[in-house]
């Protein structure tokens, strides 16, 4: 259903989140309703997030990921979300950095006053799915 959890894959250095019931039901009835698989599942939060995230908004890296330059507070314009073929296993955005544009995990930031509350909001519900250990599939 929600696809299983594999810390050898990769690591992500987020506290567990308690389970949310209320959450849970809108992940599952408003972003992979429809989902069959993990190909499925990762379009539908790619979809999501595309359409709820406010472009462009600053973000601070909040956590050191192996796949990605930035360090732990680093500030980064966020300007998109990644093209979808980098987004098949988690949710990549494009940021500004260091004169280039640059696709970071979702994860790894967060939005400094983000507008509207959208962003905000749809952020931290990705937060909940990796912090919980969901992944695709």
Not at 7 to 13: D, K, L, N, Q
Request: with cysteine; net charge negative; glycine share 8%.
């Amino acid at each position: 259903m929600w696809g299983s959890t594999n810390t050898t894959e990769r690591t992500i250095h987020m506290t567990k989140v308690k389970r949310d019931e209320d959450r849970e039901e809108r992940i599952s009835m408003g972003i992979i309703v429809d989902a069959y698989g993990a190909e499925e599942q990762a379009m539908g939060w790619y979809y999501f997030l595309e359409e709820q995230l406010q472009f462009p908004f600053t973000a601070v890296c909040t956590q050191k990921r192996v796949i990605s330059p930035l360090q732990i507070g680093d500030e980064v314009d966020t300007i998109g979300m990644a093209p979808e073929s980098e987004c098949e296993r988690e949710m990549f955005v494009t940021v500004q950095w260091d004169k280039r544009r640059l696709a970071v995990p979702l994860s790894q930031l967060k939005p400094v006053n983000a507008k509207p509350e959208q962003t905000r909001e749809a952020v931290e519900g990705w937060y909940y799915w990796v912090g919980i250990g969901y992944e695709f599939g």
